[in-house]
């Protein structure tokens, strides 16, 4: 199992490499069919506001607080940046999208930029830019039963997965023993849990970090089955190249001075 787990991570460790590396090098432009409504650096300084598309439902990384104010690691990065280009951490207009929208209101020039939970990977590259990562996020497991305490503890327990999500062939790879039981929800996981159905759940740890939290008799295991960079999504076309590079600074600073360490630890993240 350890050799497994090696190899996993060397791959794993590969693919971020080269993902980076495809972010950073892929720089076309969309074409101008497109109406521009996101602004370049002049004129966001002008109108003294960036707009940023979020997710308003994902605790820990964005979400609405009782009062419904947004929270969360990716709020306060749009905040942070929103300092950085204009000297105001409330200089930033956010805009909630579901998932299937994240990347086009930023193709479609909707909004500057799209800090919602979006995977770097390189088809995406090739439609939209990428920032250098703000956050590796990761395949983990979640259970209640206090008798699993390691991954080989589910060597052949009953697992849920998302129904078609990637997380299957990692779990696989890790426990091919196990018994894989497809949901078409984080409630049907849970709902699986809870009835004793099965005994673990596979899914993001951004995401179960945020169930932990409002469920503590879950728990996340310490194994992680793959790594996966989120970025702030932003417009290609040379106009947007002072953007870009003003946002990849700011962020290579967060992680350099310890802040986004201490944003991830603050919202519990692994």
């Given amino acids: 199992m350890n050799n497994r787990c090696n190899r996993w991570q060397e791959i794993t460790r590969l693919h971020l490499v080269l993902s980076a590396t495809i972010i950073l090098i892929c720089c076309f432009c969309v074409g101008t069919r497109l109406i521009a409504s996101a602004a370049e ?8 506001y960036i707009t940023v598309a979020v997710k308003d439902n994902l605790r820990p990384l964005a979400f609405k607080d009782d009062s419904s104010n947004l929270q969360g690691l990716e709020i306060d990065l749009a905040q942070q940046l929103a300092i950085d280009l204009l000297g105001k951490k409330d200089a930033v207009k956010f805009q909630p999208v579901a998932n299937r929208d994240r ?9 500057d930029l799209a800090i919602a939970r979006v995977t770097a990977t390189a088809s995406r590259a090739r439609v939209v830019n990428l920032s250098v990562p703000y956050y590796l996020d990761s395949t983990v497991l979640i259970t209640k039963d206090a008798s699993v305490e390691q991954l080989k503890d589910l060597a052949k327990q009953k697992i849920a997965v998302l129904n078609n999500s990637s997380t299957i062939a990692r779990v696989r790879y890790y426990l091919p023993n196990a018994e894989l039981v497809g949901v078409n929800s984080y409630q049907e996981a849970r709902e699986q849990i809870e009835n004793n159905s099965v005994v673990a759940f596979a899914a993001d740890a951004s995401v179960l970090s945020g169930w932990v939290q409002q469920y503590p008799q879950y728990r996340l295991l310490a194994t992680k089955l793959s790594t996966e960079p989120l970025s702030v999504v932003m417009p290609k076309g ?33």
């Avoid at 209101?105 to 909707?110: E, G, S, T």
Wanted: glycine share 6%.
């Fill in 238 to 270: 040379l106009q947007y190249d002072e953007l870009r590079r003003r946002v990849n600074e700011a962020i290579a600073r967060y992680i350099a001075e310890g802040w986004l360490e201490q944003r991830l630890k603050y919202w519990g993240l692994p």
């Fill in 103 to 111: 990347l086009s209101v930023v193709v479609d020039k909707k909004v």
């Fill in 41 to 48: 650096i002049p004129e966001i300084q002008r109108r003294g």
